[in-house]
């Protein structure tokens, strides 16, 4: 079965420091990989997902990630934090090809961004 | 291309009654989802329709259901309401509904029951 987790439901930065999402995942497949964002009362917004293409995935909004098959991860990065940027984060997984479409989704990181 | 939309937004009910929510896809996508989001359970799949078929459904009571019309709008209801089926409801809409496609998400409808 597939599940995917999410260390830390709370992270501080400060506006301009580098921001840093963990995401670690578990599939017997190979598994299809998403970031997706949430702004207070608001659905999903996707940042950025992975599809057994390119390794390092860019996004919108200057994110991007890694997906890490050795260490099972797919961490969410951000250079340079903005206030803007403050909202609940999910990595979710699904797959595999061929299979349902159902996303598996982690308990979310609330990003917090300090002035 | 408008996104994808869901009503009512907001939706207060009382143990015992029914609801139905609705979701217009975005258009020209043939695969609707709904998720439940809880602040204890989190994120969770309630099913999937795919030309007017459910084809795949999570682990929720018979309580729950849904179904999709040819226009691809779909509706879910709940009957019986209990205390915790108070969330957000979530529709999310895709081309083909396979798993490496992005799955674009409404606003929600948020239901409490009290």
């Known amino acids: 079965a597939q599940s995917v987790t999410q260390l830390g439901s709370h992270v501080s930065v400060s506006e301009g420091a580098l921001v840093l999402l963990r995401c670690n995942y578990s599939s017997s497949v190979p598994p299809y990989l998403f970031w997706y964002v949430q702004y207070p009362n608001q659905g999903l917004q996707l940042l950025l997902k992975y599809t057994s293409a390119a390794t390092l995935v860019k996004g919108i909004n200057g994110f991007e990630a890694e997906f890490k098959k050795s260490e099972t991860s797919f961490h969410l990065t951000k250079p340079s934090a903005h206030m803007s940027d403050a909202a609940e984060y999910f990595c979710?997984?699904?797959?595999?090809?061929?299979?349902?479409?159902?996303?598996?989704f982690g308990t979310g990181t609330l990003l917090a961004v300090q002035p | 291309k408008a996104g994808v939309t869901q009503t009512p937004r907001y939706l207060i009910k009382t143990r015992g009654q029914q609801v139905t929510l609705s979701c217009s896809p975005i258009s020209g996508h043939r695969s609707v989802s709904w998720y439940q989001q809880t602040p204890g359970q989190g994120l969770q799949f309630l099913f999937e329709?795919?030309?007017?078929?459910?084809?795949n459904k999570g682990n929720f009571p018979g309580r729950f259901s849904g179904r999709q019309f040819s226009n691809s709008r779909s509706e879910m209801n709940v009957s019986t309401l209990e205390l915790g089926d108070s969330a957000l409801y979530l529709c999310a809409s895709s081309l083909e509904g396979q798993p490496q496609e992005t799955q674009y998400f409404g606003p929600g409808t948020r239901l409490l029951v009290l």
């Open positions: 979710a997984v699904s797959g595999p090809r061929g299979a349902t479409n159902k996303l598996i």
């Open positions: 329709y795919f030309s007017e078929t459910q084809r």
